[in-house]
């Protein structure tokens, strides 16, 4: 099968910005990464943002954009067509020459349990923007299944693992604003599911204690003592004991519904990252074996705290980072869209039962053209 250029695009849910990376893929294979670039919201984007997380509790129609929610959705097409169009320039690369985009939008709301997702960004206008084919809404087919809509990444973290490791157990591991997992041992479908808070809270308490968007390198939390029996209490949720496939909202333990403690900000940082590092580790008796390796992506991976702390609480195994590994540890959610919209261009199922539980392999993705 020939191989397609394809543009993925990802604003995940720590609301840093706007990814961005080509690949050549024929949805299978990986055959070559591209140029990447990247847009920061600014902290103006980001408030309009936050304000459509917060009014979008209240949606029941998935269609509806009321008040920041539609402010949200304009934000979040021209944003994304602005990173591509960046992307295209800096790097003399012809519009004409890309045959599809991967849009994932930015997620508002995702409650799978009532058959509700919403990522806000109107695909039809930002592939008349471009010129380009665009791919967007991922999630809603695997919902609409039943499944649970998320997480996405992971028949590219299989591809890419199969090209670049091999068949042993591998878990690729992305701290975004959740975390999840996916699980690679050379079988026929990947294992995966969200394993609870990434960055989301470590960043919110920095937020709301400091004014910082995100405890740098994870400085603050080097210097704290994590709450042992806070950690406990909140792994009592059933979330955690929950075999895959499952996925989570990125409030779903917002400090609201946790009930933080007054912490130090040392504490506090320390408390809450070593809360995600347990929450992975929560994962895996419930993989189909115990990995051999983690391959870490996303925002947490630049934590060196964080880092630190998953190397020794998932030891024998080997935790790196993606970029150590020969994958791109910022870049890997945008070039995942890229090759799912090359499945989706060609029917291929993007979610299965062992990663969404959808009933059986499913397409997803609504093709836009200009």
């Not at 609870?196 to 995100?214: E, H, Q, S, V």
């Not at 929450?279 to 390796?293: F, M, T």
Request: hydrophobic content about 45%.
């Amino acid at each position: 099968m020939q191989a397609v250029r394809a543009i993925g695009l990802m604003s995940g849910t720590s609301l840093d910005g706007v990814d961005a990376a080509m690949i050549e893929t024929d949805g299978e294979r990986i055959f070559r990464f591209g140029p990447t670039g990247y847009r920061p919201y600014r902290d103006d984007e980001r408030t309009v943002l936050r304000q459509a997380l917060a009014e979008a509790v209240a949606l029941t129609d998935r269609t509806s954009r009321p008040g920041a929610i539609g402010q949200a959705e304009e934000l979040t097409t021209r944003t994304h067509a602005e990173v591509v169009e960046r992307l295209l320039a800096e790097n003399g690369i012809v519009p004409g020459s890309i045959d599809v985009i991967g849009f994932h939008g930015q997620t508002v709301i995702h409650r799978p349990q009532d058959k509700l997702t919403v990522q806000v960004g109107d695909g039809p206008a930002l592939a008349k923007r471009l010129g380009i084919a665009v791919v967007h809404d991922f999630r809603a087919a695997d919902v609409a299944a039943g499944g649970q809509g998320a997480p996405l990444v992971p028949v590219f973290h299989w591809a890419i693992v199969d090209t670049m490791v091999g068949p042993h157990a591998v878990a690729v591991l992305n701290i975004g604003g959740v975390a999840n997992v996916t699980f690679v041992d050379g079988g026929p479908d990947p294992v995966a599911c969200d394993t609870g808070p990434g960055n989301a809270l470590i960043d919110d308490f920095m937020r709301a204690r400091t004014g910082a968007a995100y405890d740098d390198n994870g400085d603050a939390a080097a210097t704290g003592t994590p709450d042992k029996a806070f950690i406990a209490r909140l792994l009592e949720h059933p979330f955690f004991d929950r075999p895959p496939p499952k996925s989570l909202d990125r409030n779903a333990f917002a400090f609201a519904n946790i009930g933080l403690p007054e912490y130090s900000v040392a504490d506090g940082a320390a408390t809450l990252s070593a809360l995600t590092v347990e929450a992975v580790a929560r994962i895996v008796p419930h993989l189909p074996s115990i990995p051999r390796a983690w391959i870490v992506a996303g925002g947490g991976a630049r934590n060196a705290t964080l880092m630190k702390m998953l190397a020794a609480r998932l030891a024998p195994a080997t935790v790196e980072t993606a970029d150590h590994a020969g994958f791109s540890a910022d870049a890997l959610e945008a070039q995942a869209f890229a090759f799912l919209a090359a499945r989706s261009m060609r029917g291929l199922p993007i979610t299965f039962p062992t990663t969404s539980g959808a009933p059986k392999p499913l397409q997803g993705g609504v093709v836009a053209r200009p």
